[in-house]
């Protein structure tokens, strides 16, 4: 049955950020991308206004095909390139907030959470891609800044590009029920939101904390970039700046300034909270200096090895891995607590204070 573009433009205007149009032309990739990220943040539903046309031609075309596969190579496209690693990284971001409790996490699960939004994306339309490959260059990339959540930068990018390199069209298949693919498109849905929505609900204080420490080492490691580190402030801007352009400039006493300021706040109680118990844990007090830090961690690092408490080994460890933990944590560079909310008073940056700390 032929598709209609007036349905199609229907669904795209009803529920187009949860990909309703696109499962009605039978691109179910495309519908679950948009379900997953609402729509590519609604600026890829709106992009679509204009490209509905061509995809209802392409779903006919598809459904006139006999079984089989197209030949040729499709052209490169830096768009699907880009998009490819933007959602590489956002479920990247996503496993970090849902499994990174696991052990051997950052060798298995964030490496295959990378690698399955890359084809996802690679999937989208009548392209697709090598998934043993992708993968492949997914798991052989993640030793790169183990443990580090920068590790989502290198995965993605070395899956996109070995996506790109083994992109072909999709064989052409017959139709099946429309109950098979909504089952199929559920259970990836549960399974990608259900982690997540646990991990907020359940533990919501330690996710925002995780997350604010996750876009501060990214966008702190794009400051080798300025263009890019300049673009990545700006998407963390743009709620703020779409609400100034619907609404005029708040000003200082507007609730919405009060809002971003609460939010701060937050984020900066945990960066404080976080410093007085690696304080406490290395038996030190606030302003110790730095060569006060690494002569204690070095006392505490010899009483507590392992090694030289065999009757006590569970202990140790434990010991052991709290004045590492606490240590790594005083000897990262600590911004002056006034300096986010000078940005706020000079105008530049206005919500930045929420991303870098």
Not at 63 to 77: D, I, K, N
Not at 81 to 100: D, E, H, K, N, P
Not at 259 to 271: D, G, P, R
Not at 311 to 338: D, M, N, V
Request: aromatic share 12%; glycine share 10%.
């Amino acid at each position: 049955m032929a598709k209609g573009l007036l349905v199609t433009y229907v669904l795209w205007a009803v529920g187009g950020p949860a990909g309703l149009h696109h499962l009605y032309l039978g691109r179910d990739s495309h519908a679950l991308l948009w379900m997953l990220t609402l729509g590519g943040g609604g600026l890829g539903w709106l992009w679509e206004f204009w490209k509905l046309p061509s995809f209802v031609a392409q779903a006919n075309r598809a459904q006139g095909q006999r079984r089989g596969s197209r030949g040729g190579t499709p052209p490169l496209s830096l768009i699907r390139f880009a998009a490819q690693m933007i959602v590489g990284i956002y479920f990247g971001l996503v496993a970090l907030i849902s499994f990174s409790f696991m052990a051997n996490f950052y060798i298995v699960g964030l490496p295959l959470a990378v690698g399955l939004g890359v084809l996802l994306v690679a999937a989208v339309g009548n392209q697709t891609s090598d998934v043993k490959n992708t993968l492949g260059a997914a798991f052989l990339t993640s030793p790169i800044f183990y443990g580090r959540p920068i590790a989502i930068l290198p995965i993605s990018l070395a899956a996109s590009i070995t996506a790109q390199k083994h992109r072909r069209y999709k064989a052409s298949v017959g139709s099946e029920m429309l109950s098979v693919r909504l089952y199929r498109l559920g259970l990836a849905y549960l399974a990608f939101t259900g982690p997540l929505a646990y991990s907020i609900l359940c533990n919501t204080t330690a996710t925002l904390s995780y997350v604010a420490e996750t876009l501060g080492s990214i966008l702190s490691w794009f400051s080798l970039f300025p263009f890019l580190g300049h673009f990545l402030e700006s998407v963390c801007l743009l709620p703020y700046r779409t609400w100034r352009l619907l609404v005029g400039n708040p000003g200082f006493s507007s609730s919405s300034f009060q809002e971003w300021e609460k939010l701060y706040e937050l984020v900066q109680s945990f960066q404080e909270e976080k410093h007085q118990l690696a304080h406490q844990v290395l038996g030190l007090s606030e302003g110790t200096t730095n060569e006060e830090i690494h002569r204690r961690y070095h006392e505490l690092v010899k009483t507590w090895h392992p090694d030289h408490n065999l009757h006590q080994t569970e202990e140790a460890q434990r010991h052991f891995l709290e004045i590492q933990a606490a240590y790594e944590i005083l000897s990262q560079p600590r911004k002056p607590r006034g300096s986010g909310r000078s940005r706020w008073l000079n105008g530049r940056y206005p919500i930045m204070p929420i991303c870098i700390f």
